[in-house]
Nanobody, 125 residues
């Protein structure tokens, strides 16, 4: 099985920076896309950024110019560099990955979409 291991959430002051990491740990044959979502209290989960297999990147309008998504294919890891953080960026951030891995019975492969456990980002004085 593959698990997503997230890290990097913290308390930071407005204007500060954080970098989130998410590693797909386990046997992975290929990754179609990797992305980040966030959910603030009382709000629906929303897409923040996504990077596809061809390195095509998309961002939510609210984070364009401040957040940068990148990936290390050798490490099956996606990063989210967050600069000029604002209080409205406060949320639990979830990693989301679409990947191909071996089946548990070792016969064939499985396409799976996984979610990380979430990491808290708090932007406050």
């Amino acid at each position: 099985q593959v698990q997503l291991m997230e890290s990097g959430g913290d308390l930071v002051q407005p204007g500060g920076s954080l970098r989130l990491s998410c590693e797909a740990a386990g046997t992975v044959y290929s990754i179609n896309y990797m992305g980040w979502y966030r959910q603030a209290p009382g709000k629906q989960r929303e897409s923040v950024a996504r990077i596809d297999k061809g390195d095509f990147k998309t961002y939510a309008d609210s984070v364009k110019g401040r957040f940068t998504i990148s990936r290390d294919n050798a490490k099956n890891t996606v990063y989210l560099q967050m600069n000029n953080l604002k209080p409205e960026d406060t949320a639990v951030y979830y990693c989301n990955v679409d990947l191909i891995r071996p089946r548990e019975d070792s016969i064939g492969v499985l396409n799976e979409i996984l979610w990380g456990q979430g990491t808290q980002v708090t932007v406050a004085l």
